[in-house]
């Protein structure tokens, strides 16, 4: 094998190396594959020798494929407004959160023989944010779970010293230190699709800008046996001035 | 028409439900087969069952596709297996960069039709 006449993934498409606007294009790949997916079972799905049952698990299949790329959309759409719009905050409880996501996610995950639990914790602050970004955060956290762990994914609340972290955490293979280093890196950026694997790491991005808007920060952690991304957000005060 | 019949193929796809399909369109033709979701997975796969062809996407969950293509050639009794490629992103990608992988064929997932993917297996064992 002649190693000069190959080109790196990343030398062989600078037309998706991206300049400007980097989000535009990423949100396009980012679609691309459950359009792709919605695309193939619909064509199967006219296939007069399928099952009725084949046929029940196509169109299961073929609404939360349309339900992924739908949540991306509402989150590109929040992203582009999150300047102009008040987004209020105010003390909410984590753990309701987390239960409205596990339970919003509940038939995603099922269907692909997983399942997202969350980890019951006691005597927590409430913190301070808005519901509706939260929640969106820990949907992204667990949905990029979902591809990359093992069967569970356990969503759980930890206190520190001034804030509460709420991780998604996956027990899928260990992480490379290479591969830990380019998925922290697209916390930070929406990263050009020759870097990515998988997915463009938008929607980690998103989260972080969300993270941001509410005074928060998001971040990862590897595990021996998976990683837990999280968002630290400031504790509610309330309590203690009672 | 050649047939497919009895043919060995490992498609590496990370998103189930899309390898899931392959999966049934192949198994139709006849081709036995098993689905990889990541590339580690993948060479075991292709150790075990020796393929007459792989089917791969390129973004794989925390790789790529020329992760697995690298491995590949690094191994002489490997290097030989033609591949598909069935991507997203083949718009980026030129074939003139692939063939030296052993990329037969690629298919674009965008555009591609149900049978598409029996069409390129015959195209590979021609």
Known sequence: ?242 | MISLQGKKVVVVEDDTWYGEHLLRILQGEGVTCALADHPAKAIDLIDEMQPDAIILDMLLTGSTGFVLLHELQSHSDLASIPVIVCTTILDSLQMKHLEPYGVKRALDKTTMHPEDIAVALRGVFI
Do not use: W
Not at chain 1, 62 to 87: I, S
Not at chain 1, 170 to 175: K, Q, T
């Open chain 1, 1 to 242: 094998m002649n190693g000069e006449s190959k080109a790196t993934y990343q030398e062989m498409s600078p037309s998706v190396i991206l300049h400007g606007d980097s989000g535009l294009i990423a949100a396009a790949h980012e679609l691309k594959a459950p359009l792709a997916l919605i695309r193939q079972l619909a064509f199967l799905m006219e296939d007069e020798t399928i099952t009725i049952d084949q046929k029940k698990r196509m169109a299961m299949q073929t609404r939360l494929a349309a339900e992924k790329a739908l949540r991306l959309t509402t989150d590109l759409t929040k992203v582009a407004r999150l300047e102009d719009a008040l987004f209020q905050l105010e003390p909410v409880n984590p753990a309701a959160i987390c239960e409205d996501v596990a339970k919003e996610l509940d038939e995603y995950f099922a269907a692909h023989g997983k399942k997202l639990t969350v980890q019951q914790s006691r005597s927590l602050p409430l913190v301070i944010a808005h519901h509706d970004l939260l929640r969106r955060i820990l949907v992204t956290f667990s949905d990029n779970a979902l591809q990359y762990g093992g069967e569970e994914v356990r969503l759980s609340i930890k206190k520190n010293s001034r804030s509460i972290r709420i991780a998604v955490r996956d027990y899928g293979p260990m992480l490379s230190p290479k591969d830990f280093t380019a998925i922290k890196r697209k916390l930070m950026t929406p990263q050009p699709v020759h870097a990515r694997p998988q997915s463009s790491g938008l929607g980690l991005y998103i989260a972080g800008q969300f993270a941001h808007i509410m005074q928060g920060t998001i971040g990862m952690t590897r595990h021996r046996d998976g990683v837990s991304f999280y968002v630290d957000m400031n504790a509610s005060t309330q309590l203690q001035l009672l």
